[in-house]
């Protein structure tokens, strides 16, 4: 029953972390106005890293590949979208106008959970072998890893807007 839930767990992740993808790839130019405009420099490259990361993220998540550094994809953006818009309009996403941080803390823990719990028994990690590898410790150290990641992005090109 563990593995067709983290199957569950992991293909939820993968098509939201897939739609959000889809959508900032679809909508380019859009996408890199409102990164502008949240404080994201320089933002055609976030723009672009965001939509590859999310879809790369969502992939590896759908199929179980690589699945605690897929996990870690999505907490590099829950984190960085946590920091830079959703925390400041407070806990709930209905509250308006970047909506709360509920959504993207979900995303995170549930991303987290998947990283430490592994891949599962439906997952290309399992079939390779390496599902065993890359939970429990692993997979932690791994989402940790991405924090970091996550952080250096901020410090380097963020910066709070003057109209928030």
Request: charged share 15%.
């Amino acid at each position: 029953m563990m593995d067709v839930v983290l199957l569950g767990f992991r293909l939820w992740l993968g098509v939201v972390m897939v739609a959000h993808g889809v959508n900032h790839a679809r909508s380019l130019d859009g996408t890199t106005r409102w990164f502008a405009a949240k404080g994201f420099r320089p933002p055609r490259p976030v723009a672009i890293a965001s939509a590859l990361g999310e879809l790369a993220a969502g992939a590896g998540l759908i199929v179980g590949l690589l699945t605690p550094a897929a996990a870690a994809g999505v907490v590099i953006v829950a984190a960085n979208a946590f920091w830079a818009i959703h925390r400041f309009a407070g806990f709930f996403v209905f509250r308006r106008p970047d909506e709360g941080w509920e959504y993207v803390a979900t995303l995170a823990v549930l991303a987290t959970g998947v990283a430490v719990l592994g891949p599962g028994e439906y997952s290309i990690d399992h079939l390779l072998g390496w599902a065993g590898a890359l939970d429990g410790w692993t997979g932690l150290a791994v989402v940790g890893g991405g924090l970091v990641v996550a952080a250096i992005q901020l410090a380097i090109g963020w910066r709070r807007p003057s109209s928030d």
